[in-house]
């Protein structure tokens, strides 16, 4: 079965960087995009961006241009979500999301997803 | 990036009640919507996607509807089980946001 599993919770300082890994297996992982999700205690769901398994291309939400990095390790299955100059405003839940096999269209919604991983800010 | 904006952000309604749940896109999106569920500590669950279509095992009390800017989620008949927060998501060009989220609890 599908299982998409995140790496543990994190305690950093502000100005410090984070790199929160996804894990995935049930499935060919080139086969489908990875997404990350994030979710601030008490507040909504913010769409961090997206990557192409297949070949590594990438789009961030505009908030988080020059502060996030996705990345992909075809050789582990593994995703990878880096963020720097990390403020108490990043302190959240992170996800990692992945789209259904009855997806077919360029851009999906995600019906797989990792288990979160917290990530807290604070000095 | 595209802009959604939920309404109403939260909603009292009783067990039966017919509950409506609206979502604007900044520009048009097509169909290119989905709708999740949300319990407190847990991961979204899908409950429409492409506007109007009902995942796999979600009850037919859910229907969504809506294209271009403007959608909408309905429950029929709302049961016990339904009292959680509710997101839509455009997923249009390679972008995912999210609407601010719609919190459905006991009248």
């Known amino acids: 079965q599908v299982q998409l599993v995140q790496s543990g919770a994190e305690v950093k300082k502000p100005g410090a960087s984070v790199k929160v890994s996804c894990k995935a297996s049930g499935y060919t992982f080139s086969n489908y995009d990875i997404s990350w999700v994030r979710q601030a205690p008490g507040q909504g769901l913010e769409w961090l961006g997206w990557?192409?398994?297949?070949?590594?291309?990438?789009n961030y939400a505009q908030k988080l241009q020059g502060r996030v990095s996705m990345t992909t390790d075809s050789s582990t299955s593994t995703a990878y979500m880096e963020l720097w100059s990390l403020t108490p405003d990043d302190t959240a839940v992170y996800y990692c999301?992945?789209?259904?096999?009855?997806?077919?269209?360029?851009?999906?919604?995600?019906?797989?997803w990792g288990q979160g991983t917290l990530v807290t800010v604070s000095s | 990036d595209i802009q959604m904006t939920q309404s109403p952000s939260t909603l009292s309604a009783s067990v039966g009640d017919r509950v409506t749940i609206t979502c604007r896109a900044s520009?048009?999106?097509?169909?290119?919507l989905a709708w999740y569920q949300q319990k407190p500590g847990k991961a979204p669950n899908l409950l429409i996607y492409k506007a109007s279509s009902l995942a796999s095992g979600v009850p037919s009390r859910f229907s969504g509807s809506g294209s271009g800017t403007e959608f909408t989620l309905t429950i029929s008949s709302l049961q016990p089980d339904d009292f959680a927060t509710y997101y839509c998501q455009q997923y249009n060009n390679f972008s995912g946001t999210f609407g601010q989220g719609t919190k459905v609890e006991i009248k």
């Open positions: 520009q048009s999106i097509s169909s290119w």
């Open positions: 999301a992945r789209a259904p096999p009855f997806c077919t269209s360029v851009s999906c919604f995600f019906y797989y």
């Open positions: 990557i192409s398994t297949y070949n590594g291309n990438t």
